[in-house]
């Protein structure tokens, strides 16, 4: 016995006891081939992954109604709306703008008045273009006012948002700038606005209450437009009938030139006016200045201004030269006599030597040597001493006397240097003060002499343009023309047939594609095993096709024929809960048999034995899939115990039709053993313990160690124990029961569960330590176009039945 316990135990491994919590993140990690709290690191990571491009065209292809129901409402829109719109003409012609390079006066760059940017040039001609003044030239010449005329005029509806942009790539009719109504334009009259509104309300028009109003309905339907990168624009108009928009522009090109050439006759006739007076009191000034300079020029005894002012120049000049010599004169005598200040024969300065006087220096010095020489060899009492001796006083005496007359010599000459400096200053502020007095009136002078220049400039200038303006007013020149004139369209520009259809199929791919997506995002549930895997983390076990699928309903009946059709009769009548005994050739069948080989070979050494089957919500198909694998387990040959634990809704007996007299109740309330409430099913290697007799308290009874006793005992005799519990967010039963077996394995319906929900389950079975075998996507819809991979595996699955079949016969 305690052998049995050291092998059930290592085959359990080492987890806590049953019905123990443990905090979240506190999940002890067991080592060993049979590790029941790790997962493989793909799932862990899988939600990190992004999106693939195929993953893009399966959204299409699942909302693909969605998408074409928006693009048909979009393309029926536009339809409509083309079939349901008035034909509109546009007329179009080209005017060619130069900007004017004559003036009137010849002063623009003083003045301002010419030369400014092309850009402001061409917005306002546009402006003249579309002026009410020209509008009435245009309403009078054609009689648009007149009652007996057809009316062209646009009075379009406001157009709702799809007819605005339907417009979008066309000319705008509207023109930037032009008149549209007596309200909403800067241009409108508004007096004459008020007029058309008063008349038009009692019902009778008067002539320029008419007139007004054509004024504005033509403004609303010209368009000026300037083509870029050149200097021509376009003048358009819209209306209903060809004829009367091509004539309306031409009209309008024509008046326009003619406008111009009024606006440059009338500019030259006013040119002239101004001319003529300007040059009556321009002729005054002239003779004025002219007699303030001549009085000026007596009053000064000004002759000629420049001999004279060249004369006084070049005599300043000559003078501010030989001052600036005497000053540097008088300055190096300065400095010598600055020397020779406390100098005496005896101290003579180095800088007054002389020839004579170096001359008379050593003629000394050799005698005095010689003297020495002398008396010391025949004494001071001999002839020749006294001789020399006397010459010696000679000598001296004549270098005194020199040395006295080099000093005042010096005193001498800086006293002369310092007189010629001072006549040169006194004379140089005397030519100064004339040069002064010169310049003083040479200014005022000139500055007269100007005036009189500039006088008769302007003069000789007004004259001149006066002469110019008189011929050029009977000139008719024009910076305007005409390049193209205006054809009568012969096919409507407004609606745009193929625009506006296109434009709706593009609006109507972009909602449709749009409106697909965004409902894919707002679905956020779990349809793939896929999804299991990226979002919530879980291995996945299986998928597991739905009961139409499996009939062979939607698209799959093509593929149903024979055998297939035999299973599809099958499931029909058994149901699914035993597809995998009575249509064991069916899609679900076989979808078991994959869900049985990835439990057997996740662990291939040591699978798990006792399995608990549940879900997070009720109706998932976990009873379903209890049985299925149950089935698929024992038809491998193993001994295999359903225990039907959902106490409170139980369904195990119903389906093998084993209702005995006792079940799991009874034996955890003691009153009978395990081995009598173990049944045998119809089915080889297959038994049941159903659930037996309601209690009143299951979560007690199902964490008791009799439960617990009853699971390892069971292990012992049957190759696998599958454990049917109620869902995990109803009650809190198989987190009691979670604990006790080898592994858990999760049902989610196909398209219905948020990945939220899985992972409250999976971190509830993380906190009591249970292992979690993965997820079985259950009853999916192959005909849905999510699951176009895997209606291509089971297509591959029956081909190949059929082709065994074929040979075998």
């Known amino acids: ?36 709290y790790s997962y493989p690191p793909e799932y862990l990571m899988a939600a990190e992954e992004g999106k693939h491009l195929r993953e893009y065209w399966q959204i299409l292809m699942r909302r693909k109604w969605v998408a074409l129901t928006v693009l048909a409402v979009a393309v029926a829109a536009a339809a409509v709306y083309v079939s349901r719109k008035t034909p509109l003409y546009l007329a179009v012609s080209q005017v060619e703008l130069e900007m004017e390079s004559e003036n009137v006066l010849p002063y623009d760059q003083i003045l301002g008045g010419g030369g400014g940017r092309y850009e402001e040039y061409v917005e306002t001609e546009i402006k003249h273009i579309t002026s009410r003044s020209l509008a009435a030239r245009v309403v009078e010449t054609l009689g648009l006012d007149r009652a007996d005329v057809p009316e062209p005029f646009v009075t379009p509806p406001k157009p709702g948002i799809f007819a605005r942009w339907s417009l979008i790539g066309q000319s705008d009719p509207t023109p930037s700038g032009a008149a549209t109504d007596a309200a909403g334009s800067p241009s409108a009259d508004p007096g004459a606005a008020a007029g058309a509104s008063a008349g038009a309300s009692d019902g009778v028009m008067t002539p320029e209450e008419r007139k007004q109003a054509a004024i504005t309905k033509l403004l609303k339907n010209l368009a000026v437009t300037p083509i870029r990168n050149s200097r021509v624009i376009e003048v358009s108009y819209l209306s209903r009938s060809p004829e009367m928009a091509a004539r309306i522009v031409n009209t309008v090109s024509d008046e326009y030139i003619e406008y111009n050439f009024q606006a440059r006759f009338d500019a030259t006739t006013r040119a002239t006016d101004f001319l003529q007076k300007q040059l009556v009191d321009l002729k005054a000034k002239v003779e004025k200045s ?115 007359l080099a000093i005042e010599n010096a005193r001498s000459e800086y006293d002369t240097a310092l007189e010629t400096e001072k006549l040169l200053t ?184 006792i399995i608990m089957v549940t879900s997070s919500q009720a109706g998932e198909g976990k009873t379903t899939t209890t049985c299925n694998l149950a089935l698929s387990l024992a038809q491998t040959g193993k001994r295999v115990l359903i225990v039907d634990c959902d106490m409170r809704r ?146 591959d699955y029956h081909s190949y039945i059929d082709n065994k079949d074929s040979k075998t016969a």
């Not at 305690?2 to 002890?28: D, H, K």
């Not at 749009?514 to 894919?520: I, N, R, S, V």
């Not at 079975?765 to 089971?794: K, W």
């Open 1 to 36: 016995m305690s052998e049995e316990n050291n092998s059930n135990q290592n085959r359990r491994g080492n987890r806590p006891p049953a019905g123990a919590l443990v905090p979240v993140g506190e999940i002890p990690v067991s080592p060993g081939p049979f590790d029941p």
């Open 290 to 404: 002219d007699n303030e300079l001549i009085n000026y020029a007596q009053r000064h005894s000004i002759v000629s201004l420049g001999e004279k002012q060249d004369v006084i120049t070049q005599a300043l000049g000559d003078i501010n030269t030989r001052l600036t010599e005497a000053r540097a004169l008088r300055m190096g005598k300065e400095s010598v006599f600055r020397t020779l200040s406390g100098a005496t024969p005896e101290e003579f300065p180095q800088a007054l030597r002389t020839s004579l006087i170096e001359k008379i220096e050593t003629s000394l010095m050799n005698d005095e040597q010689e003297l020495a020489k002398l008396s010391a060899q025949l004494g001071p009492a001999m002839p020749q001493v006294k001789q020399l001796q006397s010459r010696v006083a000679l000598t001296r005496e004549q270098l005194r006397r020199e040395r006295r």
């Open 426 to 609: 006194r004379d140089f502020d005397r030519q100064k003060k004339l040069a002064d007095e010169l310049g003083e009136a040479s200014i005022h002078y000139n500055i007269l002499k100007r005036e009189v220049e500039t006088n008769k400039e302007l003069y000789d200038g007004l004259l001149q343009r006066m002469k110019e303006a008189g011929v050029a007013a009977g000139l008719k020149s024009s910076n305007i023309r005409i390049v193209d004139q205006a054809e009568i369209p012969d096919k409507p520009h407004s609606p745009n047939v193929p625009r506006t259809l296109a434009l709706g199929l593009l609006l109507g791919c972009m909602g449709g594609v749009g409106l697909a997506f965004f409902l894919d995002y707002l679905d956020n549930t779990i349809k793939t095993p896929e999804d299991v895997e990226e979002r919530v983390g879980l291995p996945a076990l299986g998928l597991i096709p739905s009961l139409e699928s499996a009939r062979g309903g939607g698209g799959y009946r093509r593929l149903y024929g024979g055998r297939r059709r035999a299973n599809a009769v099958a499931l029909a009548g058994e149901g699914v809960e035993t597809a995998s005994l009575t249509a064991s050739s069916s899609l679900i069948a076989e979808a078991y048999r994959g869900v049985r080989t990835a439990i057997l070979l996740s662990t291939p050494e040591n699978p798990p034995r």
């Open 650 to 795: 139980p369904r195990i007996h119903k389906i093998f039709n084993t209702a005995g007299g006792s079940g799991l109740s009874e034996y955890l309330t003691g009153q009978v053993d395990l081995v009598d409430v173990v049944e045998e099913s119809q089915v080889p290697n297959l038994y049941v313990v159903h659930a037996g007799t309601t209690p009143p308290n299951p979560g007690e009874l199902l964490g008791s160690h009799r439960m617990a006793e009853a699971l390892e005992g069971a292990a012992d005799i049957f190759d696998f124990v599958l454990v049917d519990t109620p869902p995990l967010m109803s009650v809190t039963d198989p987190l009691i029961l979670a604990p006790m077996t080898d592994g858990v394995i999760l049902v989610a319906k196909g398209g219905e569960n948020p990945p939220e929900i899985l992972k409250r389950a999976k971190k509830s079975l993380e906190q009591v330590h249970a292992r979690i075998l993965g997820v079985i996507c259950n009853s999916v819809d192959l005909n849905s176009t999510a699951y176009s991979y895997y209606y291509h595996q089971y297509y």
